[in-house]
């Protein structure tokens, strides 16, 4: 771990400043130490030796106290900088690398982890930069000039003591160094081991309707024991490094004083040092060792966040995929084309799509159809840009969507996924998602089109726990009507649906898809008869289809 890693400061521009008020401030702090000490030399010594009365020593007493408030208010000023400094960056980082994910595509961030070390690092991960910024950073500013500082007019005073404090200074880094390597490998160990444990733990609960319906469940919960224990044996060897640190500084830094004042008080004894300057340095040694012992404290404070920070800025460094800068007007529904496009997901021998043309007409709903796998839903990723394909290209309109702004063209997009995701909050709330600008009328309209039968100011909970499936599935819906896009793009939008509301539905939502570009993913035969057009997959492998007229609508079949 790096105490000072330049990619966090060129992320984020608070960091910077932050870094800035640190070093004012250490400078600061150093010389307020070196003032308050020479206060309390002199009035201690010209007491001792000259009767110094109460009158004249409070001049003295008052700068000493002067600075100890002054240091107070920099520490106070530090804290709330840090603070400050500290959520801003991690927002920063958070949006930084949401938009970066969304931007890598949807089958990169798939093949490179799991949902679960993703969310870890983002949330736990960066909330331990509080330790980072609102102590290890201020606390390395001063273990740097504090020490030089003071080590300097030790030296002026006693030149015997600067240079005990001078050889034995450098100790405490060299120690520093060798521990922190050691601890670093089980900083490491203790993440990683906490990315798997919360990795597997959220996959589980995904899944924990079907590990009970087969069974599974008991053995499962052996391998989270096993990961939890894994977990806490890396804590474990964590802590010890962090105590053998602290023991060690401790101990350097002890020593160190000592030989200061033991060399100190032989001289007085014997006449060969003034005893304002031996107090001067005596009092000034330990505050040469201290903000160094309280740097190594800080240091296990910092790791886990750097250690977050560093992997998403390892995530940030990585290239994306070209995307360009053309907006297209947005006057009427595009045409879209996919021109002999071939997907391969990783791990996987047989490509999801391949060498497959389609076209999708504006102002027509066509039903993309076929056998699980087929590569359906990872159609629609390509019209989103969510993913990019291995070989051929999507255009918009005749433009290739590679050369477009990708941020413009989804915002021309409403989406229906599989899975909608559903915020705490009331459905009108999530409703709103869509377009957040709409009045309540608008989004009654919306709701009353997608035969919603939730009242608007009730609590959808946490991903939408307090509704039922079919329920979550029309909100999406009635979120993507909302939207009033020019593209709309429904993936199994009927799924849970009994066949009367399932019929009732796309008679309501018939209206509000006339005019655009509308891609409906199903299995559902009534689904299929509500498109104009129907574009059948064969499954991995599919070609260019070849269109065949079928009644009202027309079929193609990508075999």
């Not at 949807?106 to 609102?134: I, M, P, Q």
């Amino acid at each position: 771990m790096r105490p000072v890693d330049p990619r966090l400061f060129r992320q984020a521009g608070a960091a910077r400043r932050f870094l800035a008020v640190c070093v004012v401030a250490g400078i600061a702090d150093a010389v307020l130490i070196v003032v308050q000490a020479g206060a309390l030399a002199t009035v201690v010594a010209d007491g001792f030796l000259h009767g110094l009365t109460v009158s004249a020593a409070t001049p003295y007493l008052l700068v000493a106290a002067a600075a100890v408030g002054g240091r107070s208010v920099l520490t106070w000023v530090g804290e709330s900088a840090a603070a400050a400094t500290s959520a801003a960056v991690k927002s920063t980082l958070r949006r930084a690398l949401l938009d970066h994910e969304i931007a890598a595509g949807a089958r990169r961030v798939a093949a490179r982890d799991r949902h679960g070390e993703s969310a870890l690092t983002a949330t736990r991960g960066l909330d331990a930069l509080d330790g980072y910024f609102a102590r290890y950073l201020p606390q390395l500013v001063l273990a740097t000039v504090v020490p030089l500082v003071v080590a300097v007019r030790i030296l002026a005073a006693d030149r015997l003591s600067g240079v005990i404090v001078a050889v034995t200074v450098p100790l405490i880094p060299v120690f520093m160094i060798l521990v922190g390597m050691a601890s670093k490998s089980a900083m490491d160990r203790q993440w990683s081991a906490l990315q798997r444990l919360s990795g597997h733990f959220l996959e589980l609960l995904t899944g924990l309707t079907t590990l009970k319906a087969f069974g599974r469940g008991r053995a499962q919960s052996e391998v989270v024991r096993r990961a939890a224990d894994a977990q806490r044996r890396t804590t474990m060897a964590t802590l010890r490094w962090a105590f053998l640190s602290a023991l060690v500084l401790e101990l350097i830094a002890t020593l160190s004083v000592a030989l200061v004042a033991v060399s100190i008080g032989l001289r007085l004894v014997g006449g060969g040092l003034g005893l304002r300057e031996g107090l001067l340095a005596l009092i000034l040694a330990p505050e040469v060792y201290l903000p160094l012992r309280r740097l190594g404290a800080r240091y296990h404070d910092a790791a886990e966040g750097l250690s977050a920070a560093d992997v998403i800025l390892s995530r940030l460094a990585e290239p994306l995929p070209p995307s360009g800068d053309r907006v297209l007007p947005d006057a009427s529904a595009p045409r879209i084309r996919l021109e002999g496009v071939t997907v391969r997901h990783p791990g996987r021998a047989e490509p999801a799509v391949d060498d497959l043309t389609v076209e999708f007409a504006p102002g027509r709903i066509t039903a993309l159809t076929g056998p699980s796998g087929a590569g359906k839903s990872t159609l629609l990723h390509l019209i989103l840009g969510l993913a990019a394909p291995d070989a051929g290209r999507v255009t918009v309109d005749g433009h290739d969507l590679a050369g477009l702004d990708l941020e413009a063209w989804r915002a021309r997009i409403a989406w229906v996924p599989q899975r909608p995701f559903i915020v705490a909050g009331s459905v009108a709330d999530n409703i709103c998602l869509g377009r957040p600008d709409a009045d309540d009328d608008a989004v009654r309209a919306a709701a009353d089109a997608a035969r919603l039968d939730v009242p608007l100011d009730r609590q959808a909970g946490s991903r939408g726990s307090a509704l039922s499936g079919g329920q979550i599935r029309r909100l999406a819906i009635a979120r993507a009507l909302l939207r009033d896009a020019l593209v709309v793009l429904f993936d199994e939008p009927t799924e849970g649906l009994d066949m009367a509301t399932e019929e009732d539905l796309l008679a309501a939502i018939a209206p509000a898809l006339s005019g655009r570009t509308c891609v409906v993913v199903t299995h559902r035969d009534a689904v299929s008869g509500f498109c104009e057009s129907v574009v059948r997959l064969a499954g991995a492998g599919a070609g260019a289809g070849v269109g065949t007229e079928v009644g009202p609508s027309m079929v193609e079949t990508a075999a």
